[in-house]
C-alpha cells in the first residue's frame, strides 16, 4: 500500500487511492504528482492538504499504465486508450489507439508514441504506424521522451535509445531482471 509520512499523518490506499497497484508516477512542473493505478490516475496536489483527483471515467476504461506530460499542457494518460487531462486535471475525450497500451511519450516536435506488447506505435496525422524493431523483442515496460527528441524505450532485457533521425541503439542487460531491482 501507498502511504505518506508527515509528522504524525499516516495515510493508507483506502483514504487516498483508487487501488493499492500503482503503475506510473510523474511528477508535474506544478509539483503536483500523479500516481497510475489500476483504477486509473490520481492526481495529487500540494496546498493545505493533499488532494485527490481521480476522473471517473477512467475507471470504465482500465488502469493508468503509464502518465506523460502533453507539450500542449496537460498530461497524457495510458490505459486501454490514450486519455488527455488538462493542466487543472479536466478529462479530455480518449483517442483511439491500439490496445493494451504500456507507455506514452510525446516528443519535443509534437511526435506522439505509444507503446504496446512489443511495439512502438507512432501517430502520424489520425493514424497509428508501427516502427520498426527488432523482431522478437522483449515487452515495452515503459516510454519516455528527452529534450533532444530521443526516444528511450525500456524493456525487461534492456534499454533502447531511438534518435529522431532513425537510428536504434540497445543497452543490453546480462541479467534479464536486473533493470527491475535497480
Known amino acids: 500500500h501507498a502511504r505518506w509520512r508527515s509528522g504524525a499523518e499516516r495515510e493508507t490506499t483506502a483514504q487516498w487511492l483508487p ?19 489500476y483504477r486509473g490516475p490520481t492526481r495529487f496536489a500540494r496546498g493545505p492538504v493533499w488532494q485527490r483527483w481521480l476522473s471517473l471515467v477512467s475507471l470504465v476504461h482500465g488502469g493508468a499504465h503509464a ?23 479536466v478529462w479530455l475525450p480518449p483517442i483511439e489507439t491500439p490496445p493494451r497500451l504500456l507507455g ?34 522483449a515487452e515495452i515496460l ?10 528511450w524505450v525500456w524493456r525487461g532485457n534492456g534499454v533502447e535509445r531511438r534518435g529522431s533521425d532513425g537510428t536504434v541503439s540497445t ?12
Open 142 to 151: 515503459g516510454l519516455i521522451s528527452d529534450r533532444d527528441g530521443t526516444l
Open 19 to 37: 487501488h493499492p497497484s500503482c503503475f506510473a508516477v510523474m511528477q508535474a512542473c506544478d509539483g503536483a504528482l500523479w500516481v497510475g493505478s
Open 67 to 89: 502518465i506523460a506530460p502533453a507539450r500542449a499542457g496537460g498530461y497524457w494518460v495510458a490505459s486501454n486508450e490514450l486519455h488527455r487531462f488538462a493542466p487543472d486535471g
Open 104 to 137: 506514452v511519450a510525446e516528443s519535443a516536435d509534437g511526435s506522439l508514441y505509444v507503446a504496446e506488447g512489443p511495439r512502438v506505435w507512432k501517430r502520424v496525422g489520425s493514424t497509428w504506424q508501427v516502427q520498426p524493431g527488432e523482431v522478437g523483442a
Open 171 to 182: 543497452i543490453a542487460v546480462e541479467r534479464p531482471n536486473q533493470l527491475l531491482q535497480t
